[in-house]
């Protein structure tokens, strides 16, 4: 398993930008996707954003539809960091953020209806705060 930290979590205004940052240590492997997740008080968690971190640059994103447009997923290799870049927040982003962590898929396995859901990762950070006043 993957261990995972986050931070940037703030309180910021409507229309306002936080860069949550997931730092990565561990095996590569069990960090080949990686997505992140949030969870307001009183909701379920659920998933923003997620990304494959191997090959080429990768280049494989799924976003939800609440958060295409003003949410970025990115990672930056030298420093075993994954990022989500969040512009344009509204009040209704405000939630617990946390980054999450799995493995390579099996073999044909398509991760389009896997991503969102929390059971596909098998390691998770302890979350940061985002709090979006309007």
């Known amino acids: 398993q993957a261990t995972l930290v986050e931070s940037g979590g703030d309180s910021v205004q409507a229309g306002g930008s936080l860069k949550l940052s997931c730092v990565v240590s561990g095996d590569r492997h069990s960090s080949m996707y990686m997505g992140w997740f949030r969870q307001a008080a009183g909701k379920e968690r659920e998933g923003v954003a997620a990304?494959?971190?191997?090959?080429?640059?990768?280049?494989?994103?799924w976003y939800d539809d609440s958060v295409k447009g003003r949410f970025t997923i990115s990672q930056d290799n030298a420093k075993n960091t994954v990022y989500l870049q969040m512009n344009s927040l509204k009040p209704e982003d405000t939630a617990m953020y946390y980054c999450?962590?799995?493995?390579?898929?099996?073999?044909?396995?398509?991760?389009?209806?896997?991503?969102?859901?929390?059971?596909?990762?098998?390691?998770w950070g302890q979350g940061t705060q985002v709090i979006v006043s309007s």
């Open positions: 990304m494959y971190r191997g090959g080429t640059g990768g280049g494989l994103n």
């Open positions: 999450a962590a799995r493995g390579a898929l099996p073999v044909g396995l398509s991760y389009d209806d896997l991503w969102f859901r929390s059971s596909s990762y098998d390691s």
